[in-house]
C-alpha cells in the first residue's frame, strides 16, 4: 500500500494534480466536471455553447465560460484534448513565474477574442481554439525543443501548431478552423509580449494592469508603505491646531 502512494502519503494522481499552478488545475478540473454533468444527464451541451442572441438577449450569462469548458462526453477524445489542455497550459503558466495574475489575463485576452470571432465561424464551443492559441505562444518561446508525433516525425516546438492542423485537416477532411483562430490570437500575444517590448524601449501593452494584479497578489509592498506613510501625513496634518500652522 506505502509503495502505491506519493510524497507525503498521496497518491500520485492526487500528487500530479496538486503540482498544477492554480489556473490549470481549475480548468482542467472544471472541464472534467463539466463533461461529467453531461454524462450524467444533468445538463446538456444545448445549454453550454455559446450564442449572442442567448446570452446578451436572454441574459444567460453563465454561456461565455461553459463555452470553453465542454470538449465532448467521456472518450479519448476528451482524454487527448484534456491532455493537450492541462500540459501546455501547465507548461505556459509554469514559464510566466507561476503568476496567476499574468496567466489568468492571457487567457482573458484569449477568451474575449475567441468570443467576438466566433460568429465569424459559426463555432458555438471555444474550448478547443482557447487551448489552441496556449499551444502556439509556447511553441514559439521554445523554439529549440524537440517534440515527436505518434513516435513517427521528429520536429522542433514551432511546428507543432501545423502538424497538429495537418493532423486535423487529414482525420476530418475539413480546414481546422479553430486551430486558425488559435494561432491568430495567440501570435498577437506573441507579438506583443515577446517580440514588441525590446523594440519600443521594454513597453508591454499586454501585461496586465495593476488593478488586475491586485486581485490576485494584493498590493506591492512599496506601494502599500507609501499608501500608509501618506495616511499617517494626513493624520498628523489634521492633529495639528491650525494656529500652529
Not at 129 to 140: F, G
Not at 213 to 220: D, K, M, T
Request: charged share 15%; with cysteine.
Amino acid at each position: 500500500m506505502d509503495q502505491m502512494m506519493g510524497d507525503g502519503g498521496r497518491f500520485p494522481l492526487e500528487t500530479w494534480f496538486w503540482e498544477m499552478p492554480i489556473c490549470t488545475r481549475w480548468w482542467t478540473t472544471a472541464t472534467v466536471l463539466t463533461s461529467g454533468l453531461v454524462q450524467c444527464q444533468l445538463v446538456t451541451p444545448f445549454q453550454l455553447f455559446y450564442s449572442y442572441r442567448a446570452v446578451f438577449q436572454k441574459s444567460q450569462y453563465w454561456r461565455l465560460l461553459t463555452t470553453f469548458l465542454y470538449f465532448g462526453p467521456f472518450s479519448l477524445d476528451l482524454l487527448f484534448h484534456v491532455y493537450f489542455l492541462q500540459r501546455y497550459s501547465r507548461l505556459l503558466e509554469e514559464s510566466s513565474g507561476r503568476s496567476p495574475a499574468h496567466f489568468s489575463w492571457l487567457l482573458l485576452y484569449a477568451m474575449a477574442c475567441l468570443i467576438m470571432m466566433s460568429p465569424l465561424v459559426s463555432m458555438p464551443f471555444l474550448g478547443h481554439p482557447l487551448s489552441s492559441t496556449l499551444v502556439y505562444i509556447w511553441s514559439r518561446r521554445n523554439p529549440d525543443t524537440r517534440l515527436s508525433f505518434l513516435g513517427l516525425l521528429v520536429f522542433t516546438a514551432p511546428y507543432l501548431p501545423w502538424v497538429l492542423m495537418g493532423f486535423s485537416l487529414t482525420l476530418h477532411g475539413t480546414i481546422p478552423k479553430d486551430e486558425i483562430m488559435g494561432v491568430l490570437i495567440g501570435h498577437v500575444w506573441y507579438f506583443f509580449t515577446d517580440v514588441y517590448p525590446p523594440l519600443h524601449g521594454g513597453s508591454r501593452p499586454f501585461d496586465p494592469p495593476m488593478w488586475w494584479r491586485r486581485i490576485f497578489e494584493g498590493r506591492p509592498r512599496g506601494e502599500t508603505a507609501d499608501v500608509i506613510n501618506n495616511e499617517i501625513a494626513v493624520a498628523g496634518a489634521e492633529v495639528v491646531p491650525p494656529e500652529v500652522r
